[in-house]
């Protein structure tokens, strides 16, 4: 799978191309629609399922470098102001300041990141290191590892910053109970 026959299957989720528009609408800085809910209508497209089985929420990664808390809960408002039309759960978080909420939180040291794809790169799985975002001419993918294990419904562990096996292991199965087809590679 290429990069222009992932972003056609992912934009077949008519949520996920209502998010990456009001996104562009929006102009927030260095914004995506990140991770499951790209892959997820993939896998769906791919197995038969309608578009949005199995997805939890949209995520949507921003990177501002006002780190304060204010600044924040008001693009998430925002964000969820103009898509609470859609009926679901849309999760807008701030890159530039996840290293000061994500040790007290999950009890592991995060760095500071310099911009939102770096939040991508540090995801628990390498198959949902995925990133959409509308241009002035079309749509910009990020796709670190590119995207063999999402055609071939493969998840495997992204072993590098914040890995935890425990959290691996529990979103493994709950993907592997909604898509049984799915191949889980184990962490070592």
């Avoid at 809910?37 to 089985?53: M, Y």
């Avoid at 501002?64 to 693009?75: I, K, N, R, Y």
């Avoid at 996840?98 to 911009?115: D, E, I, N, Q, S």
Wanted: proline content about 5%; some cysteine; aromatic content about 10%.
């Amino acid at each position: 799978m290429n990069r222009d026959e992932f972003l056609a299957l992912a934009l077949r989720n008519p949520v996920n191309v209502a998010i990456i528009d009001e996104l562009h609408r929006l102009a927030l800085p260095d914004a995506w629609l990140v991770s499951g809910c790209l892959v997820q209508t993939v896998w769906n497209v791919l197995t038969g399922r309608a578009v949005d089985h199995g997805i939890a929420d949209y995520d949507v990664f921003y990177f501002d470098s006002d780190t304060s808390w204010e600044a924040e809960d008001a693009v998430i408002r925002d964000v969820s102001a103009r898509l609470g039309h859609l009926g679901v759960k849309v999760e807008t978080r701030n890159q530039a300041r996840v290293h000061l909420w994500y040790p007290g939180k999950h009890g592991l040291p995060y760095p500071p990141l310099t911009r939102a794809s770096d939040g991508i790169d540090r995801f628990l799985t390498q198959n949902t290191q995925v990133g959409v975002r509308r241009t002035d001419d079309g749509h910009e993918v990020y796709a670190p590892h590119g995207f063999d294990d999402v055609a071939a419904l493969i998840t495997r562990p992204n072993p590098g910053a914040n890995f935890s096996a425990t959290n691996y292991a529990a979103k493994a199965a709950r993907w592997k109970a909604l898509w049984p087809e799915l191949t889980v590679i184990a962490a070592e």
